[in-house]
């Protein structure tokens, strides 16, 4: 089918294979549709049909609430084309930047699954050929038999990879979950689609980071700290990492992120901050050069933020509740420009 | 004309918004320190309600969602917003702020002149 969006006068075509979701036909082709969560809670990638027939997709998603109904709205998310269709958006459509990775469909496997905490597991996604993506973007995950995709941020970081690292929260979605913590499965075999996700890093912007994450928003932040410790961006560039955990028992990474903070220990520093441990309980020995602190991971890291801090980029991951109570005093308080702070919203 | 009394003047603090309806129409006044601006209630990008998302800060308003961003005196985007804020015609009298509500305005999904 034929997907066809007039915007500003220009005419952008795309091909959607019968039950593709349009938002990733047409990023796939290479056309930026707005999105953000890409899995029909953000309401971000609204659309309205203007001619043709559409399937609407997952009917209780969310990100439906703010749609008009009776002007066709639609989540490009969720729906897919049963005839050829004219859309209309409300956003910019623009090239991909330069290095922009185009998202494409991949059949994936999924192994090595692991805990790494009482409630969260590691898993690899093995792919058949080399792909790139950019430090903080995630992919979305289709399990074989349960609707709709899973979104999840790469850990680990390579400038071209077939495995992709990942961690997820146990219970946290219900059914992809339970399907990847089933024992008895009959495939490893997945859908996945992407790079997607803009709260990326690029070293050649040059600034000082500040990271903040809630629980298993860590991962995104994993893979900004890998890739700056590959190109040895830490040499000349300060980085804080604050990682918010409700108990010491919920820590994950120690080794990894401490191996990180001695190779570039002027410049890096990491900072576990506990919400439900008592300012009288000391952290395992297992800690190491990791720093510790209590109660909530973004008033801890806002107090290390002052006023005119130009060149630090803070990125945000974790649940929304986090990121709304990250982002108000950011803007009002430290006055960051709103271009310094880099987030992908799930919710 | 349909010049509308809306409230006092002390009645929105500088650097702050305060939602109003009157007659069915449902907007926003700020105050911007020398002066009055009536925007609609809601963001042009998502249609959040601003009365919500939006946050205040040296004469700028940013809609927290995805951090659109408009000069609160003009209206005009800044950073990443790419649509400016509407505007009704506001005047203060005898301590009052008007507003003219002769039409509502809304923004439009299909605007290509933003």
């Known amino acids: ?347 | 004309m349909s010049w509308k009394d809306v409230c006092a003047a002390d009645e929105v603090a500088e650097n702050s918004l305060k939602p109003f309806n009157v007659d069915g129409i449902s907007f926003l006044v700020a105050n911007v320190g020398d002066g009055f601006r009536a925007y609609p209630p809601v963001c042009p990008h998502m249609e959040e309600y601003l009365e919500d998302s939006g946050l205040c800060a040296k004469g700028v308003l940013t809609c927290d969602r995805h951090l659109w961003q408009w000069d609160m005196k003009t209206g005009e985007p800044k950073g990443p917003a790419e649509k400016p804020l509407l505007m009704y015609p506001v005047k203060e009298e005898e301590g009052r702020v008007m507003v003219n509500l002769e039409k509502e305005l809304e923004y439009d999904f299909d605007d290509e002149d933003d």
Request: glycine fraction near 8%.
């Open chain 1, 1 to 347: 089918m034929l997907i066809e969006i007039e915007k500003k006068g220009q005419t952008h075509i795309f091909e959607a294979a019968p039950e593709e979701k349009l938002l990733f036909a047409g990023l796939r082709a290479g056309i930026s549709l707005p999105y953000e969560c890409s899995t029909g809670t953000c309401g971000s990638c609204r659309a309205r049909l203007k001619e043709g027939n559409l399937e609407i997709g997952w009917p209780d998603a969310p990100g439906h609430k703010n749609l008009k109904a009776e002007k066709n709205e639609f989540l490009m998310c969720q729906a897919t084309a049963k005839t050829s269709c004219k859309l209309g958006v409300p956003s910019k459509i623009e090239p991909f930047r330069d290095d922009d990775l185009t998202p494409l469909h991949h059949q994936a496997s999924i192994s090595n699954l692991s805990m790494l905490s009482s409630d969260i597991m590691r898993f690899e996604v093995n792919l058949d050929s080399l792909i790139s993506f950019h430090a903080g973007q995630f992919f979305v995950l289709k399990a074989p038999g349960i609707d709709g995709y899973r979104a999840y941020s790469m850990v680990n970081y390579e400038v071209s990879t077939n495995t992709l690292e990942f961690i997820i929260k146990q219970k946290q979605y219900g059914s992809f979950t339970d399907w990847i913590s089933s024992s008895d499965r009959v495939t490893n075999e997945i859908e996945i689609f992407g790079p997607l996700g803009k709260a990326t890093f690029h070293p050649d912007e040059n600034h000082d980071l500040v990271m903040i994450a809630g629980g298993s928003g860590i991962a995104g932040l994993m893979s900004i700290m890998e890739h700056g410790c590959k190109v040895n961006y830490f040499d000349s560039h300060k980085a804080s990492l604050y990682f918010g955990i409700r108990t010491w028992d919920d820590m994950i990474f120690v080794e990894r992120l401490n191996s990180m903070v001695k190779r570039f220990p002027n410049n890096l520093s990491v900072q576990m901050v506990a919400s439900q441990e008592s300012s009288d309980s000391r952290p395992p020995e297992s800690i190491g050069k990791l720093s510790h602190g209590y109660g909530w991971v973004h008033e801890v890291a806002l107090n290390s933020l002052t006023l005119g801090q130009e060149n630090t980029m803070v990125y945000i991951a974790g649940p929304q509740p986090l990121v709304d109570a990250t982002i108000r005093p950011l803007i009002t308080e430290i006055q960051l420009a709103s271009g310094m702070i880099r987030y992908d919203s799930f919710s």
